[in-house]
């Protein structure tokens, strides 16, 4: 069974950045393509960014370049570099094993992410 251990998250500033972290059980990571995902109080989970296991990247039109998701696929973690972070950034961000923008495994407890002054 896969599950998902995020960390990084916490409060920045407008204009700061983060560094989360994802690191995934099971032995099948290196074959999997990883997503990053967040999700607004109330809301649904939305897509952020994905990385196949060749290193090629698909990122959601709204970040603009901010965001860069990167792997290591040694120790099993996927990294989401979140920089000029803004207030509308304020979520809960989850990774997941991603099929078209979606996550399929059980979700994880995510690390919430705090933009404020």
């Known amino acids: 069974q896969v599950q998902f251990v995020e960390s990084g998250g916490g409060l920045v500033q407008p204009g700061g950045s983060l560094r989360l972290s994802c690191t995934v059980s099971?032995?099948?990571?290196?074959?999997?393509?990883m997503g990053w995902y967040r999700q607004f109080p109330g809301k649904q989970r939305e897509w952020v960014a994905r990385i196949t296991v060749g290193g090629s990247r698909n990122y959601a039109e709204f970040l603009k370049g901010r965001f860069t998701i990167s792997r290591d696929n040694g120790k099993k973690t996927v990294y989401l570099q979140m920089n000029s972070l803004t207030p509308e950034d304020t979520a809960v961000y989850y990774c997941n094993i991603d099929v078209n923008n979606r996550g399929i495994e059980r979700w994880g407890q995510g690390t919430q992410v705090t933009v404020s002054s």
């Open positions: 099971g032995s099948l990571f290196s074959i999997y393509t």
